[in-house]
Structure formats: C-alpha cells, structure tokens
C-alpha cells in the first residue's frame, strides 16, 4: 500500500516556493510536516521563514500552515532539523539564520506552540567556519548504552582549508538545555543523516561534494557522536548529489533520495525519481528498492509512522522538483513488492 497527498505546493499562502522538508512524529502521533517558505524566489537566500503543518490522522489531512519563526526582510531562516526528546515529550528544533547562526526552539505541547528561539551559536560553531546548516531532517535520540538519551543533530559545514565543505554533530545530554560541538568530519562531506546501530554504534550518512562518482559517504562513532571516524565511501548506497534521508525502523534502514549519476533515469534530469532502499543488514547491502516518484524530485525526509508503516515528505513535481512537497505513507509489503 502506497499513498500521496501534496502538503505544500508552491505559489500558495504568499510563498514562491517551499523547500527543504523534515518529518517528525510528535509525542501524541501527530505528523509534523516542517519547510522553508520561501517568499520571493526559488532561491536559497533572500526572504525565508520556518514553517510547519500537522496532521492529526496519519497524513491523510494537513492543517493550515503556521510559521514558526521568521524576519522581517531579506532574512534567511530555514534548514530545520527537528527531534523528539522520549524522556520529556519535548520536540527541539534547531535551525539557521543566514547560515552562519544557530538557533533552537523547543515545543511542551506536542508542537502546538513554540517558544521564543535562543542563540547556541557560540557553543555549536567553531569561528573560523564560513558557512553552517543544521540537517536539514531530523535527528535522533539514542536509546542504548552508556550514552542512552543523549539527543544528536546532524550538521555540516564550510570551513576555510581546502576542499573545504565538512559533517558533523551537535548534541544536549541534559534534554537541550545546553549543546555539545562533536568534531568535524572532513573533506567533502555535506548535508547528512544519522542513525544508532545495534550496537549502539551511530552510523552517518553523507551526501559528498568531493570525488562523488555517484556514492554515499558514511562514518562512525563509538562514542555517541562526539568523534568519528575517517569518512569512507559507501560503494554499496548511490544517490544523485543530494540531500537524501535515513532512518532506522524496526531494526532495518530506510533511505531515500533521487537516483544516481550513471542511472538510465538520470538521463533526464540530475534529481529525478525519489527512490526508496531498504537494508536488513545495518547498510551492508541494500536488496530492496522501489520508485516513490517518477519525475523530478530532490530532497526529502523518512519518519517511522505510529501505525507501523512509513512516511516520507518529499520534493517532487512533473516539470521540476520544487513544485510541491508530497506526503507519501507506504508499507514494507508496498516496498518488497518493488523487488
């Protein structure tokens, strides 16, 4: 079973367009459905403010949108990363301005309202970095061994030296009240995805932007996130250059993101056909995989469903990717079916 509804569609509500989406499950089963609305253009700069739209019935219907927080002006607000904190209920949802600050708004009634945002800058951004995002997805509380609880957000970053675009992570081990720096995973890396294994180990997916050829880059951390590894191509997982999306379901990994350079479909377009893979075996292969959407599409965000099935907020359209952000809502029967 597989189905869509369009949540955003650009030209709406006073919006250009809307990009840049992030899915969370709120404490009572909402779906929260969060975007930039970008106001004048199609760019990723200028006059942009954070959105959200929630669901109360698993993403069949979307409420009005509501703006969580914007400016006044040429301010670019956006690049939201939400999380939900089990042992409090609290959702935090960190996000940018103008790439360069990093702020953070919590909500206590299930994403109804939102408190006033607080500057973490100075505790999550090293001086010498000219550029900075948070996600833009969702990040993740562990829920094993000695680091249980901890909440870790995924970031990257442009730094001065050469090849100069890096990951990384920050993290709050008191429920955010304060956040932690992790260091840096360098060079090439780019917007990225984490996920707890098994073992506790976390696993980070990265789009690259250096010696790309079609692949994912992952590292990793035994130490809830505040090292990592060398980063080191996934020769298994290919995506177009792009944002792309993992989680980690019922002890199985989900990832979506457009088809890769070399792949027939790439042909018309370099973000095209938002596809769907499945691992049984922690990434170490990925056999299952079928099309969410034929056509342009780009960015996009996965979220376990209350009900057991899956959901993904994608970028999608018939003549360009950034025409709507669609809800899809699919099973695992919908995705072995894909062969």
Known sequence: MMEKVNVFTSGDDGYHTYRIPALLASPAGALLAFCEGRRNSRSDHGDLDLLVKRSNDGGV????????????????????????????????????????SVLI???????????????????????????????PGVGIQLRRGKYRGRLVIPCDHRAPELYNNGSHAIFSDDHGKSWQLSEAI???????????????????????????????????????????????????????????????????????GPVPPGDPSAERGERVDMTVRLSED??????????LHEGPAAYSCLCALPDGGIGCLYEGGEEHAYEHLVFARFTREWLEAGG
Not at 105 to 131: L, N
Not at 219 to 234: C, M, R
Request: hydrophobic fraction near 30%.
């Open 186 to 256: 360098q060079p090439g890396a780019n917007e990225c995805q984490v996920v707890e294994l098994e073992d506790g180990t976390l696993m980070m997916n990265m789009r690259m932007q250096l010696h790309h050829q079609g692949y994912r880059s992952v590292s990793f951390s035994q130490d809830g996130g505040a090292t990592w590894s060398a980063l080191q191509h996934d020769e298994y997982l290919n995506c177009a250059i792009c944002q792309a999306s993992l989680i980690e379901c019922e002890e199985e990994l989900i990832f979506s």
């Open 105 to 135: 708004t919590s909500s206590a009634d299930d994403g109804q309202s939102w408190t006033e945002p607080r500057d973490i800058t100075g505790d999550v951004k090293r001086e010498d970095w000219t550029w900075y995002a948070t996600g």
């Open 282 to 291: 922690e990434g170490g292969a990925w056999p299952l995989r079928r099309v």
């Open 61 to 100: 219907t979307w409420s009005d949108q509501v703006v969580v927080y914007g400016e006044e002006g040429e301010i670019t607000i956006g690049n939201p990363c939400p999380v939900m904190d089990a042992d409090t209920g609290t959702i935090w949802l960190p996000f940018c301005r103008d790439n360069d």
